[in-house]
């Protein structure tokens, strides 16, 4: 029953939208904001806010700041959801899953990293805001899944994100494919 319903709603979304030829966040059901990109190119952001005087938490699709090229229009699927390992309940954008070694191996599997360009590229670009070449990290992370996230570890990611020029290695040792991306000119 609830698949059925998923899929009635997927397809009235996917009508609705040729029918209005627009995605606007502020428009989408909640269970779609995450992982969805509006016509303007911007990232849905999915957001609590607090009501009945707080004792209440209620959610909200929202346009973030965020613009992605080329993949304007677009609500990601639930096969790349569950191959990626996100959800699509997931409130605002945050680089702290890259440090669950469950997290990152799906990402880093084919079926995500292959098949999934929208996931893909927010994560990349969240990597990236904290030091990291995600390709880099899903190497190691195919061969050394512990050394992969000690080498998140020492990059800095822990500790918040940065700007890419501020960002560099934390130690000597840190192999090329994770060191910092260049600077944007």
Same mark, same amino acid.
């Given at each position: 029953? @609830? +698949? @059925?319903?998923k %899929?009635?709603?997927?397809?009235?979304?996917?009508?609705?939208?040729?029918?209005?030829?627009?995605?606007?966040?502020?428009?989408?059901? !909640?269970?779609?904001?995450?992982?969805? !990109?509006?016509?303007?190119?911007?990232?849905?952001?999915?957001? $609590?806010?607090? $009501?009945?005087?707080?004792? $209440?938490?209620?959610?909200?699709?929202?346009?973030?700041?965020?613009? *992605?090229?080329? +993949?304007?229009?677009? %609500?990601?699927?639930?096969?790349?959801?569950?191959?990626?390992?996100?959800?699509?309940?997931? *409130?605002?954008?945050?680089?702290?899953?890259?440090?669950?070694?469950?997290?990152?191996?799906?990402?880093?599997? =084919?079926?995500?990293?292959?098949?999934?360009?929208? %996931?893909?590229?927010?994560?990349?670009?969240?990597?990236?805001?904290?030091? *990291?070449?995600?390709?880099?990290?899903?190497? %190691?992370?195919?061969?050394?899944?512990r050394?992969?996230?000690?080498?998140?570890?020492?990059?800095?990611?822990?500790?918040?994100?940065?700007?890419?020029?501020?960002?560099?290695?934390?130690s000597?040792?840190?192999?090329?494919?994770?060191?910092?991306? =260049?600077?944007?000119?």
């Open positions: 029953m @609830a +698949m @059925a319903m %899929i009635l709603f997927l397809a009235f979304s996917l009508f609705l939208q040729g029918v209005l030829g627009d995605i606007v966040c502020e428009e989408l059901p !909640i269970g779609m904001c995450s992982f969805s !990109i509006a016509s303007s190119g911007k990232r849905c952001l999915l957001e $609590t806010s607090a $009501t009945n005087g707080g004792s $209440t938490v209620a959610y909200q699709c929202t346009t973030s700041e965020v613009v *992605v090229k080329d +993949m304007p229009e677009w %609500i990601e699927s639930d096969e790349c959801i569950r191959a990626c390992g996100v959800d699509r309940y997931s *409130v605002g954008l945050s680089s702290d899953s890259l440090l669950e070694p469950q997290f990152t191996a799906k990402l880093c599997a =084919p079926a995500c990293f292959q098949n999934c360009p929208n %996931i893909v590229d927010l994560y990349n670009n969240l990597a990236l805001a904290e030091g *990291v070449f995600l390709p880099g990290l899903c190497k %190691i992370q195919h061969t050394n899944p050394r992969a996230m000690s080498q998140l570890l020492s990059s800095g990611a822990a500790s918040g994100p940065v700007s890419a020029e501020a960002a560099g290695p934390a000597s040792d840190m192999p090329a494919s994770l060191a910092c991306a =260049p600077a944007s000119m």
